[in-house]
């Protein structure tokens, strides 16, 4: 099913998406006002103002939460992973202590996994692009799982001093169950990508909040790709704060049997003449293969001159796999140049299979080409070359299995 969305001329207050749910029980406190949309939601620097999920709240009713109920306490010393740079060490700053800017500049946790992030990890990694300084190589930083069920708790924080230009790769690998906060700040001018790669062993949990703020006339690309691990939820927010600000938020999965790959996508119009993009989307394979995206985009009433387009596809190969895609689209403003949505999600295309197989090709040479040619947009949007290739490579290695099983 495909839904597209295009901005109304005039203002409007559209509150998309509603919690049956919470508009049937209310409120912790008895109110019968449900919480409506993302921006709505609280924030706590304290786990127990969240509670354990029941996995009847909006936010977590689609998440098993009996696979990472771990991550709901604190790791403590137990150190479940390492940190190392691959390159570009030298942009890695003194860590940073809770309360020590500019860690929780912007960050606010929003569920129980971030704030226990938050209390866990009580130094956090602090990259930083200097001011005006074009980095040409990638800094890449490798967190490696230690162990299955060894837990950790992670803080990075990210900053693009002003007119800096660079990219940061988050490489995960290993087992562990892992919570994890990513702060990035993007301030005046600067271009940055972040790019968060999830290559977990399939017993690994890992549970991430990413918050970004994008200053005046600067640029955040962000992108989330995941082929391993048990249960994988990464959500991303990015706030266009400033003017002229531009987001793009990409995303890629490739789940299997038993593998559960989640994001839930916030951006949030804060300021004028901001543009923003996102795509992200999935393939998935195998007995109870699944992903959930959820993609909530707010304009807000000063969000004037917007441009905004948010969708979702996903490609279904194997019975027994299911895609759970919900765009949400919020405008407070009618003074905007476009906003819109889609969601689409469908099995693989026997007709697209039949006519290349009608001209020579193999069922399995065919197979290949479409779920590549349907993947491979995110991984060309990445500039850098040597990633790229491996990720072309990592699809290319999931689609062999597929076929082989």
């Not at 993302?38 to 786990?47: F, K, M, N």
């Not at 803080?155 to 988050?170: D, Q, R």
């Not at 048990?230 to 003017?243: C, I, K």
């Amino acid at each position: 099913m495909t839904t597209h969305t295009q901005a109304p001329v005039e203002a409007q207050d559209a509150h998309a998406h509603v919690d049956p749910v919470r508009a049937l029980i209310g409120s912790q406190e008895g109110s019968a006002a449900p919480i409506q949309t993302r921006s709505e939601r609280p924030r706590s620097a304290s786990p127990a103002d969240f509670g354990v999920p029941t996995g009847r709240e909006v936010n977590w009713k689609h998440t098993p939460i009996s696979r990472i109920s771990s991550l709901f306490e604190p790791a403590g010393d137990e150190g479940g992973v390492s940190y190392s740079f691959a390159s570009g060490g030298e942009y890695g700053q003194a860590t940073l202590a809770a309360g020590e800017a500019p860690r929780g500049e912007f960050f606010e946790p929003e569920d129980i996994t971030a704030a226990v992030a938050g209390q866990g990890a009580r130094e956090a990694l602090h990259i930083r692009l200097p001011r005006e300084a074009e980095i040409a190589e990638p800094i890449v930083l490798d967190i490696a799982g230690l162990g299955a069920g060894r837990r950790a708790d992670g803080y990075i924080v990210i900053e693009a001093e002003a007119m800096s230009k660079g990219t940061v790769v988050l490489q995960h690998t290993g087992s562990a169950d892992y919570a994890q906060n990513v702060e990035i700040l993007a301030r005046d001018g600067s271009q940055l990508t972040v790019i968060s790669v999830q290559k977990w062993a399939d017993d690994a949990n890992h549970a991430a909040a990413h918050q970004a703020r994008v200053d005046r006339d600067a640029s955040l690309t962000h992108f989330v790709i995941t082929f391993g691990g048990g249960v994988v939820r990464v959500n991303p927010t990015l706030e266009l704060s400033g003017q002229g600000a531009n987001g793009e938020m990409f995303g890629l999965s490739y789940s299997d049997s038993g593998q559960h790959f989640e994001s839930q996508v916030y951006l949030f119009h804060k300021g004028a003449d901001t543009t923003g993009d996102v795509l992200y989307k999935s393939a998935l394979q195998g007995e109870s293969a699944r992903s959930v995206w959820i993609g909530d985009v707010l304009i807000g009433p000063d969000a004037t001159g917007t441009d905004s387009y948010e969708a979702n596809r996903n490609l279904v190969l194997t019975n027994g796999a299911r895609a759970d895609s919900i765009p949400n689209l919020e405008i407070k403003t009618g003074d905007i140049k476009g906003a819109g949505h889609a969601s689409a999600t469908g099995r693989f295309d026997d007709e697209q299979l039949f006519y290349l197989q009608a001209r020579g090709i193999s069922e399995e040479e065919a197979r290949r080409l479409i779920v590549l040619g349907f993947l491979a947009e995110i991984p060309q949007r990445i500039q850098v070359p040597e990633l790229q290739a491996t990720l072309i490579a990592d699809i290319e290695r999931e689609i062999a299995e597929g076929v082989r099983s």
